[in-house]
């Protein structure tokens, strides 16, 4: 119930290409659903977070589409470039349960934007 | 933006000894934090959480008394690793949520701990 499937586990893109990358959760009680970017040896960044009342969000050159009644959310990064490559974790959590709110991470995506 | 300070970045010990590693909150008082773990390649695994002025709250299978966690001050958590092995080397990370806020969206990640154990 608390497990959240991320893919593809690695991905190379060409600069300026498109990096997609999904996710699926299976706890209806999940209510906030971010990405994360880590460089190696260093903690995880917070790049985009939605919630299921929307189903797309847009930062920059970041999307994320949810769909609800999949159970899905995806990571699109346009005009990627070579310092976007990193790894990649989805997470989610329930601010409705009030005794467990961390995030439970997907298992990441490598990504390799080759110049 | 916030800032979580985690200190050492890396550490190396020998086979036996105890380490410590602190997780703080700069500029906000954290009354949540959370430690992870993280194997090369792999997901980041919640161990434990720990409130301020409480007993932590330890992950199925995470041993409490190896992995000893203090949350003494809404801006400082400390996690020790006793008896350390190697089997024990690994990535940690501490996260800490803003006090001020109820949900995820404020929740800080640290630069995260390298342990590695001789």
């Known amino acids: 119930q608390q497990q959240v499937k991320q893919s593809p586990q690695s991905l190379i893109v060409q600069k300026g290409g498109i990096s997609i990358i999904n996710c699926a959760y299976e706890n209806t009680a999940f209510d906030y659903f971010p990405w994360y970017q880590q460089f190696p040896g260093k903690g995880p960044a917070l790049l985009i977070a939605i919630r299921p009342d929307v189903s797309e969000k847009k930062e920059g050159r970041f999307t994320i589409s949810f769909n609800k009644s999949a159970k899905q959310f995806s990571l699109h990064i346009m005009d990627s470039q070579p310092g976007d490559s990193a790894t990649y974790f989805c997470?989610?959590?329930?601010?409705?349960?009030?005794?467990?709110?961390?995030?439970?991470f997907g298992s990441g995506t490598r990504l390799q934007v080759q110049p | 933006g916030a800032v979580v300070s985690q200190h050492p970045s890396r550490v190396i010990c020998k086979s036996g000894t105890s380490v410590k590693i602190e997780c703080r909150s700069l500029?906000?008082?954290?009354?949540?934090m959370f430690w992870y773990r993280q194997f090369p390649k792999q997901s980041l695994m919640l161990m434990a959480t720990s409130n301020e002025g409480s007993k932590a709250t330890y992950e199925q299978g995470v041993e409490k008394d190896k992995f000893l966690i203090n949350h003494a001050s809404l801006t400082l958590s400390t996690l020790t690793v006793t008896s350390a092995h190697p089997e024990d080397s690994s990535f940690y990370i501490c996260s800490a949520k803003d006090r001020g806020i109820s949900t995820n969206e404020k929740l800080f990640f640290g630069s995260g701990t390298q342990l590695s154990v001789l």
């Open positions: 500029d906000f008082q954290a009354t949540t």
């Open positions: 997470a989610a959590s329930s601010d409705m349960d009030t005794g467990r709110r961390a995030l439970t």
